[in-house]
């Protein structure tokens, strides 16, 4: 193993990311949504509802699959995480993503808010499906954890350059832990009780 990899280093974990913009995006959909309702919009509310229902669905199949193999590929080659290592809490983690990505979520809510001119609703369902996609990643990636009995990691350094994605081109591995590790579950929910030690 390189040198460079045998130093401490922040981790974050993958599937806490992956699912940390999902309830903004929900609720910002929700919200988007809920507005369209009460305009008339071009195509009329009922047109505006099945397009919104078609994006939807083609939202959360596109989330939800998109990258599984790169995500597969770096999990089955992560390398034992480090004792000197800092695993990150799990607030701390989707504070990071929100605070990054927070100019980019406003923007998706106004774009979804002004389409309902055109076509009530769909910008709002198109919202909520890709947070609907990102909750399926992030359990699809539980599962992976479970399957091989490890948590999945990635460098803090390497997200901060990567625009926040822990599949991107920036992010050359992954590192596990056992699945006691840190105060997030398999698929990057908050545990149920309290880690073992």
């Not at 008339?40 to 989330?63: C, K, S």
């Not at 809510?109 to 992030?138: E, N, Q």
């Not at 590192?175 to 579950?185: H, I, N, P, W, Y």
Request: net charge positive; proline share 3%.
């Amino acid at each position: 193993m390189a040198r460079a990899d045998r130093r401490a280093q922040g981790l974050a974990r993958v599937a806490v990311v992956v699912r940390a913009g999902a309830a903004p995006l929900w609720w910002l959909g929700v919200f988007a949504a809920a507005v369209g309702l009460l305009i008339p919009g071009l195509t009329g509310r009922r047109i505006g509802v099945m397009a919104g229902a078609a994006l939807f669905v083609v939202a959360v199949a596109v989330v939800a699959y998109s990258r599984r193999k790169r995500y597969a590929t770096l999990g089955r080659a992560a390398a034992r995480a480090g004792k000197h290592d800092v695993l990150q809490d799990r607030a701390v983690s989707v504070r990071n993503w929100r605070r990054g990505h927070r100019w980019w979520l406003l923007l998706a809510w106004l774009v979804a808010l002004l389409s309902s001119f055109a076509v009530p609703v769909a910008g709002g369902m198109l919202l909520a499906g890709c947070a609907a996609g990102l909750w399926l990643k992030a359990a699809w990636l539980g599962r992976l954890e479970r399957a091989e009995d490890v948590l999945l990691w990635v460098r803090v350094d390497w997200l901060a350059g990567n625009g926040g994605r822990p599949a991107g081109r920036a992010v050359k591995a992954y590192r596990s832990t056992g699945v006691a590790a840190g105060d997030a579950a398999p698929g990057g929910a908050r545990r149920r009780t309290a880690a073992l030690v």
